[in-house]
Structures are given as structure tokens and as C-alpha cells.
């Protein structure tokens, strides 16, 4: 059952502890199919400052599968384009809606909008976390291999939102993961600090065969985010070493199943040999965020535990 804290918010991974990100995941394969009426009237906002395709499409038929209704809006359809603040449009939004997923640039907005809003928020992705992806992402692992725990995960890249929720994802449930990104990039020097993080710290080196070699499980995310494509060339140069192909994968663990949230950037963070190989998981992978997803908004609004 997830806390009560959860109830009102999922905005980092490490607001749920080992026994809750379990449930979310037994409870997204109980409700793999299923089309209820747990949150019949109910309404979801989704706030999106940035461009999306799984995120919106995941949440907005994970809805439709409980039975509620999903608003999109963007920010340039509302007034926060015109200079209203967030916090005004927060305790607007907390009026009209019953939960809010919103997916924007600065960490720091989705926790004014939790705050200000009074109702449940779920963190669609910022530019420190994105939660969802990694619970799809374990979800992912789980199916594939039968267990999260004594397997070996390496993440190849740049140490970006996405490797900050991984290390939240392995301190919060004991996993070995090994992060390899260049000079520089590693993952947020505050989420390394976290308590959590420094009872169990993940392996960071900047050799991508030191982190691949033996792994059961290789991920990796874009080289150049959303707002970075100023950066675009001299990243592209930095980390042509850590591309994931098959050279690399070969030195992973027998049966390793390689992961990528999307989109990817063929020839560049990976080859098309890989994303489109036998040990490629990324369909099930983004299969898998309608699953929690839909987990999360039925404990939430529906009362599933």
C-alpha cells in the first residue's frame, strides 16, 4: 500500500520506499488489460511545458481505462504564457481537477504545483527526474528476467534525469548499478548525497566496458535533451565513445536485454543494430508506462493497494 504522502504526490522515485515501488508494479501486471470504472468522473490535468508523445498518449488512455477523463494543456493554451504564475494556476487547476501530471523543465515547478495545487501530482518528467520512465523501466527488467534484485544494471551516457531516477531506483532497492558517463557528467552531486543514495552508492567510472562488462541489463538515454541543442556538435564528439552497439553489448551478461526510454537518436547514444535487435526491451519498455502509470492513478483516485 503506498503512504499517505504518496497519496498526495509522486514527484521523485525515493518518495517510494522498496515495499511501495513492489506494489505499484504488482499492481500495474493485476491491471495489464483491464478496463474499470475506478476513477468514473474523475478528471486528470496534464500540464506539459515540453513536447511529448509516450508521456501524454500513456496517461491519457491509462485514464480512459479507469473510466475518468484527461485536459491537456499546454502552457502556451493557458495564461502562464502570458506571465500568470504557477502557484496562481496551481490553486486554480486544484479546484477544477482531481490529479495533475505535469511535465516541464525545472524540478522545482512540479513542486510548486504539488504544494499550491492540494491535489495528488505525479512528476510527467523534469530535468532531474523522471520517475514514471524508471518504474516502467523496472517493470520492464522484472517481466524480462522474473526479479529485479541480484542482477547487475549499467547505465551508459549522460549522467541526466534520467540517471539520477536510476540512482534513486537502486539505492531505494538495494540493486548494483554501475553508471560510465565522461568527465564531468555524472549524475546530480545533490541525488548522490541523498541519505538514501550514500547507504548504497552506485559505481561511477567513466569506462563504458567497465560498466557493460558482465551487466544484465544496459540503458542508456540521448545525448542532447530537450533545450541542449546549442551543445548539440560538442556533445555528439564527447560521447561518441559511449555509444551502445553491438561491440559494446557484446560484453554484457548472456541474454542481457538492452533499455531506452525514446527517442532515440540512431548512430548516436545507440545503433540501430541494438534498438532494433533480440536483446532490445524498449517496445515493452514504453508499453510499460501506460502500466504504472495507470497503477499510480488507480491507487490514487480509486483506492487500489
Partial sequence: MLSQKTHRQLLALD????????????????????????????????????PSTRTRVSFEVAMAQLGGQSLYLSAEATHLSRGESLAHTAR???????????????????????????????????????????????LTVQTAKGALEDLTYAYVGDGNNMANTWVLAQAGLGLDLRIATPPGFAPDPAVLDRPVVKSHPPMLCEDPLAAVSGADVVITDTWVSMGMEEEAT?????????????????????????????????GEEVTEEVLEGPQSAVWDEAENRLHVQKAWLATVLGGVS
Avoid at 506494489?23 to 500495474?28: E, I, K, P, S
Fill in 234 to 266: 560538442v556533445r555528439r564528439t564527447l560521447f561518441a565513445p559511449y555509444q551502445v552497439n553491438a561491440a559494446l553489448m557484446s560484453h554484457a551478461a548472456k541474454g542481457a536485454i538492452f533499455l531506452h526510454c525514446l527517442p532515440a537518436h540512431l
Fill in 92 to 138: 486554480v487547476l486544484g479546484r477544477y481537477l482531481d490529479v495533475i501530471a505535469m511535465r516541464t523543465h525545472a524540478h522545482e515547478d512540479v513542486e510548486l504545483m504539488a504544494e499550491e495545487s492540494g491535489i495528488p501530482v505525479v512528476n510527467a518528467l523534469t530535468e532531474r527526474f523522471h520517475p514514471m520512465q524508471v518504474l516502467a523501466d523496472l
Fill in 15 to 50: 518518495e517510494l520506499d522498496a515495499a511501495e515501488i513492489h506494489g505499484l508494479l504488482a499492481t500495474a501486471v493485476a491491471l495489464k488489460g483491464q478496463k474499470l470504472k475506478l476513477a468514473e468522473g474523475q478528471m486528470l490535468g496534464l500540464l506539459f511545458t515540453k
